[in-house]
Structures are given as structure tokens and as C-alpha cells.
């Protein structure tokens, strides 16, 4: 576990207002912004990351891995498993 990871939104299920499953930063929903402070609001996603390390405390399950990609995470998924619900977390289809 990061430090200070505790702090940070954790996933407790799906749902509309949650953050997907590997989203450290929490929910976003723009032009609110309910980022945790120092996060940024990706609102197309609806994720909070960090600009610096976008990839820092994402977790995209079991199958799949975080890579930054033009300054934002994304998840790489294994084949057989699909981001497709949440952008942030690769699961069975």
C-alpha cells in the first residue's frame, strides 16, 4: 500500500458515482472537481490522477497493467479482458 493510500477514495462496488476500480485520486465529476488535492479531473473518465506519475497508485486488476499514455494513465489489458466498463480496470467482458 502507497502511503498515505488510506486517505485516497477506495472502490466499494460499481456503481454510477464511483470511481472505477484502480483510481487512487477518486471520483470526478466536471465542472465541480472532487478531486483529492494535488490529483487532476480527467471528466471523460471520470478519474483523478496524478500529473506527474499518472500511473501512481492505479490498479487495473489482476489483468491487466498501467502504462502513461500522452500524460495519462491507461490501462493495457490481458486478452480475454476488456476496460470497457471502467477505463481504469480490466475485467472479463
Not at 464511483?18 to 490529483?39: H, L, Q, V, Y
Request: hydrophobic share 25%; aromatic share 10%.
Amino acid at each position: 500500500m502507497l502511503p498515505g493510500a488510506a486517505l485516497l477514495a477506495c472502490y466499494e462496488g460499481p456503481g454510477p458515482l464511483e470511481p472505477p476500480p484502480g483510481s487512487p485520486g477518486g471520483a470526478c465529476f466536471e465542472p465541480a472537481g472532487t478531486c483529492d488535492p494535488g490529483w487532476t479531473c480527467e471528466p471523460e473518465g471520470r478519474y483523478c490522477y496524478d500529473q506527474s506519475l499518472p500511473c501512481r497508485g492505479v490498479f487495473c486488476g489482476e489483468h491487466g497493467v498501467c502504462q502513461p499514455d500522452d500524460g495519462l494513465p491507461v490501462c493495457y489489458c490481458e486478452p480475454g479482458y476488456s476496460n470497457a466498463a471502467y477505463s481504469l480496470y480490466c475485467e472479463e467482458p
